[in-house]
């Protein structure tokens, strides 16, 4: 009896013996198959993602961000508990859908990612506080949330987004100088503050942070001189010191530095992808309107043409990027500004053709990207028909646009780019009185039933 139960005792030894070394192989496999989803995650929202990003493709960007979330959802539900470095990829995969939420208008739904993606990587910043992957991240994610700030002309809440991204990229340089993402993430880190800067109306301050900017790029190209996203990065940065330079009143350089990227973004040897032409044709935009100011029409119209061009070809790679839509419908009212030999008719038909294609149900645009595309439509319908003569409609359009911006100054009070054309619309009417009180003075008061005045009266 003895001897069976030893016996039984040993038996059931082995049998937990071999369950637990079968246990053991099977917890080891599942975890080799984690690490292996994991690290293809990895460079899934890491490196991958960056290529995605800097071809402008944030259609691909969306896929891969939500299979990837699928996977931490999964992991989450289960009682493993994650790793640091899937803390990390959860945190790059919510700022990555944060990011293009942004870019297709959905804005609630991108600073609910980027600050639940804030949360899981600064988690990990307190393990990891020398990580180069990690940092570039959380600086992403703080230029994301600034940029958020930024569009609504909020400047004060922009700047601690806007410094912290500075911060964290100032340190990655610090731990790696001679590192590439090191160096350019330090420099969007500079142009940031700059725009800012420039918003602010601190001119000096804007160039001082552009030239910095432009010299970190200029270091990143000799690593790697055939990279177009640098080449891209590098016009970008010229454009924005043309701006700079227009605002401290130097109209030929800014013309003279448009030009010049414009003709190293078009040289044969590079090949179009959508970042490239979105700066081209913003490019394009702004020098059709120094040329507006210089009243060179023709000019500003061809220079308007070819950037409606450039922005429509990226549009075909990327249809549901709200901003490139929004660009698109600029450029029609920049086209609607400088259009010449116009009837009352034809400033009427056009104008009602562009607000019919601006509230299709099919533009993909915010509500009040519509508002605010609509509101300066109005103004230029309104200063075409000042030049026509007709009162009454000049008199109603100016109104309509003087109420929308009115509107928007009181959203974003700190928007100079508001106020001037509340100014613009305004100046209008006062033209329209002052020519109304003019024909009166004269005896020339206009009968009732007459909707036309001479402007030069």
Known sequence: ?????????????????????????????AQQKRLAAENL?????????????????????????????????????????????????????????????????????????????????EAVLELQPTNLELLKTLGANAFWLGQIQYDASNWQGTLPEFERYYQYSELMYELAPDNLDAIMELSYATSSLGSLAMKQQQFAVARENFEEWLRLKLLAQTKQPENNQLLADSANTRSWLASASLSEGNIQLAIDTHRQLQAEILAPQRAHEPYLLHILSSSYQKLAEVLIYQGQTAAALEASTQGQNAILQAIEQDPENSRWQRNKYFFTHQQFQLATDLTIDNVMQQLNELLEQLNAPDAKLAASHRKDISARLWLVAASHFYTLGAVDLTQHYADMATETFSEFIEQQAQNPIYHGLLADSQLILAKVLKAQQNANAAGKALPADNTTFSPDS
Do not use: P, W
């Open 1 to 29: 009896m003895r001897h069976g139960t030893i016996a039984t005792l040993c038996l059931l030894t082995v049998m937990a013996l071999t369950m637990s070394i079968k246990s053991y192989n099977a917890e080891q496999q």
């Open 41 to 121: 995650l990895g460079f899934m929202v890491g490196e991958f993602a960056d290529k995605l990003r800097s071809i402008g493709r944030m259609d691909l960007l969306d896929g891969i961000s939500n299979k990837a979330l699928e996977y931490f959802t999964d992991f989450n539900n289960s009682s493993t508990l994650q790793s640091t470095e899937a803390m990390l990829q959860h945190g790059q995969t919510l700022t990555a859908m944060g990011e293009v939420a942004y870019s297709r208008g959905k804005i609630d739904e991108a600073s609910a990612a980027l600050n639940a993606g804030r949360s899981q990587l």
